[in-house]
């Protein structure tokens, strides 16, 4: 197979479908080579009997703020998002609690479990909100700024980043504990927000993440039609401008020559060439076996061998289920309308535990995870069209998970418990109306998507020399390598894994400035304020 490719992308995940449409746009001739039969990566909807199943990302954080969207025009594509006014409801013993996109009825929410707290939310809900706004999400679209550069651009850019470089020196429960709330089960519906993708409540260094996971887990939006509708659209964008994407092409090696990039070989020994080759994979394939070590630095070599896993990965069930949505039995209706239901959770304690269980390889029980209805936000979830179904709903649990287990055996185990802890809360669901069932393990997360190795859904931890500039190594904190034509653009990159597009982005931008090629996206406004702020630099490291 010989191509006239200028441009080969490796992995067609949110990053590297991101990244191909930008420079495709740019004017260069990209492919985007995919291991699987279709594209997606963690944007991965299964259709099941006419069930749309999410069975990895759902939860979209930053939606319509991500630049991508407006510069590939997404929404011509067919990519809109669904914001349920009702975002994350506790249950809390027979009380309950629920966080709202809107603060105001949050905060009133809180003052009905404990009236001394709404002030205590409010305060914190501004804190977060404007440090998201001001520097976290901005700088998401940003390439990553030398650690001391950027602590002494926070400290002298006023009051939120003095804030922020604190924050950098705490763990996520910390930040938390300092608001002092008096009421401990705040405190802790607030630690699991920040949780439940994996972060470890007590990381250190890991407290400048919490505003921004906080306060979005309050603004959260479904992709309309399924999270796979968002790969849709960015492949749509891509070949609309020539680019294309090659599935069932899985990369075994970039092939190097006088210590450039040429191109890569394919599992059936095909060779595509190219000048450039972008890898969205993790470090572990990108350094250690897609290409020879000898032709890198020791330090990079080194980094790749010594990348830390996520400690916890997820363990995801997604039912189709016949008859109506749960009903919280005792509970006010708004906890029906939430988008998330959070069980088992009672006190930060027991936050810790869930995720100390799973870093050690315990079995959940089901007890402790969140639940989901996504039909009732998203008609199209559900098959409600096929005449045997007539009303039916879309159900999907979550928990914190080792990967270390014997998933064959125990997932289905595990989604049934799981779905008899969910009836005890909500019991007109019924195990005889389950039309369709997928447990999906993080073994099961690893094997379709090898990127995310040990179920790290982030490509790798997040822990204090992991993140920004040192994600994956100093020596490609600028997407750039140390080898001639190969950049990376993955989650295991700055701003790191979730469906944020940021890598793919940010690399885009390194990649046509290197190239030559015309730079047609605006700097986004929330980058230029940062800017003027004096949070980032006003040159690109
Ligand atoms: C269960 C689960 C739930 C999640 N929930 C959320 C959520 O609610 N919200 C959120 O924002 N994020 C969520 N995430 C995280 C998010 O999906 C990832 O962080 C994100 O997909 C990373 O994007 P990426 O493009 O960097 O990599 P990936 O999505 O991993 O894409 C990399 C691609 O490379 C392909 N590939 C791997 N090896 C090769 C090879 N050798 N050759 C060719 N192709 C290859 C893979 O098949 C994959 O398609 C979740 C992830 C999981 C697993």
């Known amino acids: 197979m010989s191509e006239d490719l200028d441009i080969l992308v490796l992995g067609a995940g949110p990053n590297g479908l991101t ?71 506790f249950l809390f013993g027979s009380e309950s609690m629920v966080l709202y996109s809107d603060p105001e009825r949050s905060a009133a929410s809180v003052a009905a479990l404990s009236p001394g707290d709404a002030s205590v939310f409010r305060e914190l809900y501004e804190d977060f909100r404007r440090a998201s706004d001001e520097m976290i999400i901005p700088a998401t679209y940003f390439p990553p700024v030398e650690p001391l550069d950027q602590i002494e651009l926070l400290a002298e850019a006023g009051d939120v980043g003095r804030w922020l470089n604190e924050l950098a020196e705490m763990t996520p429960r910390e930040v938390i504990h300092g608001y002092g709330f008096s009421d401990e089960r705040v405190e802790a519906a607030l630690v699991y927000l920040a949780s439940m993708f994996g972060l470890d409540p007590d990381g250190g260094g890991m407290g400048f993440l919490m505003p921004v996971y906080v306060y979005r887990l309050m603004q959260s939006a479904l992709v309309a039609g399924g999270s796979h509708q968002m790969a849709s659209g960015l492949r749509r964008a891509l070949e609309a401008s020539g680019g294309r994407v090659i599935t069932a092409a899985e990369v075994r090696e970039v092939v190097l020559d006088g210590g450039r990039v040429r191109g890569v070989r394919l599992d059936d020994a095909s060779v595509l060439s190219a000048q450039t080759v972008v890898s969205t994979l993790n470090p572990e394939q990108n ?32 039912w189709g289920v016949v008859g109506d949505p749960p009903r919280y039995e005792g509970r006010s209706s708004e906890v029906d309308k939430a988008l998330n239901v959070v069980m088992g959770v009672e006190s930060v304690e027991d936050v810790i535990a869930h995720f100390e269980a799973a870093r050690s390889g315990e079995m959940p029980d089901g007890s402790v995870g969140h639940m989901s209805c996504p039909s009732l936000f998203d008609p199209l979830a559900a098959a409600r069209h096929l005449p045997q179904y007539g009303n039916c709903e879309v159900l999907r649990f979550e928990c914190l998970a080792p990967y270390e287990a014997d998933w064959a055996q125990s997932k289905r185990e595990l989604a049934e418990k799981a779905f008899e802890a969910w009836r005890r809360h909500a019991p007109n669901l019924a195990k005889a109306n389950v039309r369709v069932s997928l447990p999906w393990s993080p073994k099961d997360i690893e ?69 030559g090629l015309p730079i047609w996206w605006g700097v986004p406004e929330m980058v230029r304020t940062a800017v003027e702020k004096g949070y980032l630099p006003d040159t690109m490291p």
């Open 287 to 318: 350094f250690l076996q897609l290409v020879e070590p000898d032709a890198l630095p020791a330090s990079l070599v080194e980094a790749a061998r010594a990348w830390e896993w996520d400690e916890a990965s997820l363990f995801v069930a997604n």
């Open 19 to 89: 990244c191909g449409a930008y420079l495709a746009r740019a004017g260069a001739r990209v492919a985007v080579l995919e291991r699987n039969v279709e594209s997606g990566g963690g944007l991965t909807t299964q259709e099941l009997s006419g069930f749309a199943l999410n069975s990895h990302a759902i939860y979209m954080l930053l939606a319509e703020l991500m630049p991508p969207y407006h510069d590939l025009d997404l929404r011509s594509y067919g990519v809109s998002f669904v914001r349920p006014e009702a975002q994350a409801a």
């Open 447 to 515: 094997d379709h998507l090898p990127s995310m190795r040990r179920g790290a859904i982030k490509h790798g931890a997040y822990t204090s020399i992991q993140m920004g500039y040192n994600r994956p190594s100093s020596d490609c904190s600028s997407y750039r390598t140390p080898l001639e034509g190969f950049y990376v653009a993955g989650a295991s990159t700055h701003p790191g894994g979730m469906v944020l597009l940021g890598a793919g982005y940010n690399a885009a931008h390194a990649i046509a400035e290197d190239l």
